[in-house]
């Protein structure tokens, strides 16, 4: 499989210092997204309270190959240190869409967080999708677990 090109466009009101998307090691599976905040956001930053949500920009837009996706995911420093994390982990950036990259981003954290301009704040994991066909059955195939639901494993 040859490597998709993800093309990029900045918004008007971007800041074009801000690093694109990039993998910071050779091995990651996701590329870091940092805050491209607008100019009247970028000296003092976003905070987050406790529980709070909010959009925050990259200053992008993309476009993605058909027949992927691009996955959003939270950072595991800032879910860790911080408990900042994604409402909707993982987001999906469909091939079609050519809005405004936006994070979700969820403080689950006792302390207020501020985003910085510039900061990392997600990582973009980009992948192949399948589209399944869905046919209405008369029965499903038996399996072992059968119709076991949330926890019917016993393990975890």
């Known amino acids: 499989m040859s490597t998709p090109i993800i093309k990029v466009l900045h918004e008007d009101w971007a800041d074009h210092e801000i690093a694109l998307p990039r993998y910071e090691t050779h091995g ?22 406790p529980m709070q949500r909010a959009i925050i920009p990259t200053g992008l837009r993309v476009e993605i190959p058909e027949g992927f996706e691009m996955q959003i995911r939270p950072r595991s420093g800032l879910a860790y240190k911080h408990g900042i994390s994604l409402a909707n982990t993982p987001g999906t950036i469909d091939a079609d869409y050519r809005g405004p990259l936006g994070v979700l981003l969820i403080n689950l954290g006792q302390e207020p967080y501020l985003i910085e301009h510039g900061a990392r704040i997600a990582q ?33």
Do not use: C, H, W, Y
Not at 28 to 49: I, S, W, Y
Not at 134 to 154: C, I, N, P, Q, Y
């Open 28 to 49: 990651a599976a996701g590329a870091d997204l940092r805050a491209n905040l607008p100019p009247e956001d970028r000296g003092r930053g976003v905070m987050l309270g």
């Open 124 to 156: 973009a994991i980009v992948a192949p999708v399948v589209q399944a066909r869905f046919e209405v059955a008369d029965t499903l195939g038996d399996t072992a677990r059968g119709a076991g639901g949330f926890g019917s494993t016993g393990k975890g």
